[in-house]
T-cell receptor, first 116, second 115 residues
Framework: SQTIHQWPATLVQPVGSPLSLECTVEGTSNPNLYWYRQAAGRGLQLLFYSVGIGQISSEVPQNLSASRPQDRQFILSSKKLLLSDSGFYLC???????????????FGPGTRLTVL | GDSVTQMEGPVTLSEEAFLTINCTYTATGYPSLFWYVQYPGEGLQLLLKATKADDKGSNKGFEATYRKETTSFHLEKGSVQVSDSAVYFCALARGVLSAGNKLTFGGGTRVLVKP
């Protein structure tokens, strides 16, 4: 069976510090990978997605970046955190699917980031 | 562009009450529709899905029917429990491979079930 891991589970960082959040998927190959952010009491905002190693698509301009150095590893980074980067970060994966026949996404447990 | 609209919460119910969460969508073609549930402090879990018109998704006593004519996918449960307290997200996907099979989410509906 497939599993998705995220770490750390919680993180408190000062403004201006760097960030690295990691997500790994087990039990599947060539998944689509996604990073979402959920601000307190708000919905989900898609930040990045990737359909293959080294391929990253950005959905919103921001001071965050993503990388996919391996097939089942997805990293979210920042060089300098802002207060507005606080939130709950969720990683997700899906099978690539077929055109017009999308597959569901499976979510990790999330990382709660507080920027002070 | 694609969009999903959910009723705003919070929805507060007593145990064993009937729950309905409305969801309507705007999308071209024939999207697949999903309901996800998020328990406090956790990630999202797929609750149910439907891939074509008139399909009924069901799981854990929850049901939703894909209504193409009304572009709706309302979630229902006949008798809720305290453990159903969570945030519920409606979502759609059109399976555009060039766009990574992205999901479009509604804003979420918080449900609180009181004993």
């Amino acid at each position: 069976s497939q599993t998705i891991h995220q770490w750390p589970a919680t993180l408190v960082q000062p403004v201006g510090s760097p960030l690295s959040l990691e997500c790994t998927v087990e039990g599947t190959s060539n998944p689509n990978l996604y990073w979402y952010r959920q601000a307190a009491g708000r919905g989900l905002q898609l930040l990045f997605y990737s359909v293959g190693i080294g391929q990253i698509s950005s959905e919103v301009p921001q001071n965050l970046s993503a990388s996919r150095p391996q097939d089942r590893q997805f990293i979210l980074s920042s060089k300098k955190l802002l207060l507005s980067d606080s939130g709950f970060y969720l990683c997700a994966w899906s099978h690539p699917g077929l055109a017009g026949r999308p597959n569901e996404q499976f979510f990790g447990p999330g990382t709660r980031l507080t920027v002070l | 562009g694609d969009s999903v609209t959910q009723m705003e919460g919070p929805v507060t119910l007593s145990e064993e009450a009937f729950l309905t969460i409305n969801c309507t969508y705007t999308a071209t073609g024939y999207p697949s529709l999903f309901w996800y549930v998020q328990y406090p402090g956790e990630g999202l879990q797929l609750l149910l899905k439907a891939t074509k018109a008139d399909d009924k998704g069901s799981n854990k006593g929850f049901e939703a029917t894909y209504r193409k004519e009304t572009t709706s996918f309302h979630l229902e449960k006949g008798s809720v429990q305290v453990s159903d307290s969570a945030v519920y997200f409606c979502a759609l996907a059109r399976g555009v491979l060039s766009a990574g099979n992205k999901l479009t989410f509604g804003g979420g509906t918080r449900v609180l079930v009181k004993p």
